[in-house]
């Protein structure tokens, strides 16, 4: 029987997790909060509880046929490579596949030009750092004890809670203009679908952008969010001013503008976006 182990059963991993388990697979992933476990626990799946490292690695991660790799690496690393590594390196028999979530982060400002995925990483940010260190880290120790590792850089997520719409909402959606910003985005659902077509098909080393078709600057899909909800927009705010009241995070967002190609997992995949751009997504996140 297969088994999925996400190591940090987070958005994206669940998005997996509730394709696979129609379909037989056993779930199993780690959480730190007390309340995330007991909603994993509630949808049918083993909840392992991490607070630094596994209280049980060999228990925890028994059985596992597949893993999913989408905690941030810290400053010490990769915290399941730095941790667990012995265990996973002799787990019997080895997994078949192991996925690590990285992001599109790691090339770094092109100044709005497009990338791929044979484009030199170049990150710019220390976060971005990390996530480079951490892909070539899992893919030496793919292909030493010979598990395929597949690097997934990610773009921005959205879907069900996370998304324009949700914002304006709430009142957190902001309408912040940057001369040549531009972003790709990926709606989680899709992210969940190449996910399990790189299952389906694994390959050692491969690397797989996963994105939508259209970049777009930020403005345009709050614009857009607004329009399906019938409201005004915020007002717009140069990013200059806005800068003055926007987190570390949120600026570090704003530092690098690019156009992410996704080829890849189209040709090599076979995977067709249900989204493929922002307005199918937020269409489909209307009540």
Not at 24 to 52: M, P
Not at 70 to 87: F, I, K, Q, W
Not at 170 to 191: C, E, L, N, P
């Amino acid at each position: 029987m297969n088994r999925l182990f996400c190591f940090g059963l987070g958005y994206c991993a669940e998005a997996l997790a509730l394709r696979l388990k129609p379909k037989g697979w056993l779930i199993a992933g780690t959480a730190r909060a007390r309340e995330r476990l007991k909603a994993l626990t509630d949808q049918g799946f083993d909840a392992v509880h991490f607070d630094g490292k596994l209280a049980n690695p060999a228990a925890a991660l028994a059985g596992t046929t597949h893993l999913l790799v989408s905690a941030p690496p810290t400053v010490d690393g990769d915290p399941l490579l730095s941790r667990h590594v012995h265990e996973l390196s002799n787990l019997t028999p080895r997994p078949l596949w192991l996925g690590y979530l990285s992001t599109t982060g790691v090339y770094g400002d092109r100044q709005g030009e497009w990338v791929d995925e044979t484009t030199p990483v170049n990150p710019s940010s220390e976060r971005a750092k990390r996530r480079v260190a951490a892909e070539h880290a899992w893919t030496a120790w793919g292909a030493a004890v010979n598990v395929p590792v597949q690097i997934f850089r990610l773009a921005g997520i959205y879907g069900p809670g996370r998304n324009q719409i949700a914002a304006l909402r709430d009142g957190t959606a902001r309408r912040i203009v940057k001369t040549g910003q531009v972003f790709s985005r990926i709606h989680v659902d899709d992210v969940a679908a190449v996910l399990e077509a790189s299952i389906e098909k694994p390959k050692a080393g491969a690397i797989y952008n996963v994105c939508d078709d259209e970049p777009a600057p930020p403005h345009e899909v709050v614009e857009f969010a607004a329009q399906l909800l019938g409201v005004d927009p915020p007002p717009l705010e140069p990013f200059e001013e806005a800068a003055r009241s926007m987190s570390d995070m949120a600026l570090s967002f704003y530092a690098d503008a690019k156009r992410v190609k996704n080829e890849r997992i189209k040709r090599d995949l076979g995977v067709t976006l249900q989204y493929p751009t922002y307005r199918e997504g937020l269409r489909a996140l209307l009540p």
